[in-house]
């Protein structure tokens, strides 16, 4: 199991805890993304695929708003967890286990949106891998469909390397949740540390490590055109609401 597998099925039963509310913003995120779609053409009737749904943010949004989704991912702690909590909120979504580097082993038909939110393509730690990706996505797109997929804004990061991000600081009937990353930087690659302080009825403190390479727009929007993507359009927090830029990208 590689670094990415361990530090997902690890966090799975905490990761909704890095947010102040996790079920309002599966419903924030999903009128965003619902925008962007409905700006590009599509409507509910479109077959959505999540390639890296993690707990099910973004898919379980969708769902409840009456979006067709199907939603993958490499944790199998994490695709548990989506599984319950798909449940939880009556909604009906197809689940696998899936390589987004490999989609091709797992799904035989062709969706017309493939999201890929919060950050997962930068989880390809070499531009080889990134490659194989955005092939292997492309490659369960229709001709017309679009790639949704959210980065974090690395053309600003990468001009100072910052040792760490800002903490978020959630307050509580019961007290309050602290949680922030720690960065070791290796050139564009850097390995993430990240801290969740629960201050609440008791302290406890939980530390999990992953690896990124920071990965900048202008290759990704190359891998992107050179995949068979007539368009790559970037859109940015101000934009959109969303916390991190957002690529929108078209299969010719």
Not at 106 to 112: G, P, Q
Request: glycine share 4%; hydrophobic share 40%; net charge negative.
């Amino acid at each position: 199991m590689d670094i990415t597998q361990t530090f997902y099925d690890s966090l799975a039963t905490r990761y909704d805890r890095l947010f102040q509310d996790w079920r309002a913003t599966t419903k924030e995120q999903a009128k965003i993304l619902e925008k962007i779609f409905r700006d590009n053409g599509f409507d509910r009737s479109a077959r959505v695929l999540d390639c890296a749904c993690g707990i099910g943010t973004q898919a379980i949004g969708l769902a409840s708003l009456g979006w067709q989704v199907t939603a993958s991912d490499i944790s199998d702690g994490e695709l548990a967890e989506a599984k319950k909590r798909a449940e939880d909120n009556a909604v009906s979504i197809r689940f696998e286990h899936a390589d987004f580097r490999a989609l091709e082993e797992v799904f035989e038909d062709k969706f017309d949106i493939i999201i890929a939110m919060d950050n997962a393509l930068p989880h390809m730690l070499t531009a080889a891998d990134l490659e194989k990706a955005v092939g292997s996505i492309l490659g369960r797109l229709r001709q017309g469909g679009i790639l949704v997929a959210s980065i974090r804004d690395y053309d600003s990061l990468l001009k100072e390397k910052p040792p760490y991000s800002p903490p978020y600081i959630h307050r509580t009937e019961r007290g309050q949740r602290v949680s922030f990353q720690t960065w070791v930087w290796n050139d564009d690659n850097y390995r993430l540390t990240q801290y969740m302080i629960d201050d609440e009825e008791t302290l406890t403190v939980s530390r999990f490590t992953c690896e990124y390479r920071a990965t900048r727009r202008e290759e990704l929007t190359h891998l992107l055109r050179a995949a068979g993507c007539a368009e790559a359009e970037w859109k940015f927090p101000e934009e959109t609401d969303f916390y991190q830029p957002i690529v929108i990208a078209t299969k010719r």
